[in-house]
């Protein structure tokens, strides 16, 4: 009875933290639910999507910011876009060819992935001069998937500085981007700037899954 019990327990225990292929299960109608660590408050950022390539979506910030909107991706953005948008106002908005909002561009996804060079990246104001980037470490996000938690890959991006022939990470910048490692589905999972965004929890349109 007690090894029955045993390995009832240790089944639990590897269950409960499943690995999931969001790009599998996220479908039209999916939201994505982050938590916002601000000067203006603590919130969730809630994003409904609209198709898995990422050409809209719907938003929606908790109180206290309390508003909500749709962004609109060209598909010329989605290809290449180096800068993201994060100043949301309650609109419907689309993005120009060189921007991007929760997703990043299969460019970027791309040249991170060789983990050679760093690529010119805008994360907070669009017009700000591009920093240069690099992809660092993989990393394990634990999020909960239609209420079970699960643990989801992302990759680590932060600035970098070339020294002689060589990229290394900057050590004075403590700014820093996660994406989900899929080129079907290549989200936004964390950001680090002068907010700190984490993807907490993923509820899909079947949760009897």
Request: with cysteine; net charge positive; charged share 25%.
């Amino acid at each position: 009875m007690s090894k029955l019990l045993l390995l009832f327990l240790l089944s639990i225990g590897i269950n409960s933290h499943a690995q999931v292929k969001l790009e599998e299960v996220v479908k039209p109608g999916t939201r994505l639910i982050y938590s916002v660590k601000s000067d203006q408050g603590d919130y969730d950022f809630i994003v409904t999507i609209r198709d898995l390539k990422g050409t809209s979506f719907d938003w929606e910030m908790t109180a206290p910011a309390s508003i909500k909107g749709t962004i609109k991706h060209t598909p010329k953005a989605l290809a290449g876009a180096f800068k993201m948008y994060n100043f949301f106002q309650a609109e419907t908005k689309t993005l120009d060819d060189a921007t991007l909002s929760v997703w990043i561009s299969q460019k970027l996804f791309n040249e991170f992935a060789k983990g050679k060079d760093a690529m010119k990246v805008c994360m907070n104001n669009p017009n700000d001069e591009p920093a240069l980037m690099k992809q660092v470490v993989d990393g394990d996000l634990t999020v909960k998937v239609d209420g079970n938690a699960t643990i989801i890959h992302d990759r680590f991006v932060k600035p970098a500085r070339k020294a002689k022939d060589k990229w290394i990470i900057d050590p004075t910048i403590d700014d820093y981007f996660t994406y989900y490692n899929s080129a079907a589905f290549p989200i936004i999972c964390r950001m680090h700037t002068n907010f700190t965004l984490t993807l907490k929890e993923v509820k899909t349109l079947n949760p009897s899954r």
